[in-house]
């Protein structure tokens, strides 16, 4: 792991291109409501208790989620969160809102979450195979 000296970022590659902007987290939630925000930590114990440790980065864009890399990307929206995750095989569902092919053997997935019940096992079977992604390939 390669460690940027300024914003203390862990990349798997050396002089990895990125922001060192420093955003404070709450600023995503910033007149988005108080169920985005619960959604959203919602998840992220759901990730932790069932798949792994996890580090929450808070970058302008959006929120990184990071196991031993950036295996999601979330977004809060009002009364919702939209996260993206990217796996090496072809899913067929009505949850996303989204779909992009990066290249032959990766493919970009949009699900929005409006409930917690929507933080099923499903969901958390593809985002562990998204978290454990670089770890197999």
């Not at 990766?106 to 770890?135: A, G, M, P, Q």
């Amino acid at each position: 792991m390669w460690t940027c000296k300024k914003c203390n970022r862990e990349f798997t590659k050396t002089n990895q291109s990125h922001s060192c902007v420093v955003y404070p987290i709450d600023n995503h939630f910033k007149n988005k409501g108080e169920k985005s925000k619960s959604l959203f930590y919602a998840l992220t114990k759901s990730i932790e208790d069932n798949i792994g440790e996890l580090k929450i980065e808070a970058l302008p864009c959006c929120i990184h989620l990071v196991s031993h890399y950036t295996f999601s990307g979330v977004w809060i929206l009002k009364g919702k969160i939209r996260l993206d995750f990217r796996v090496n095989y072809e899913i067929k569902n009505k949850r996303f809102v989204k779909v992009e092919k990066l290249s032959t053997n990766r493919i970009l997935y949009f699900v929005e979450i409006t409930k917690e019940s929507d933080i099923d096992l499903e969901l958390l079977d593809w985002l562990k195979d998204s978290y454990n992604l670089k770890k197999t390939s």
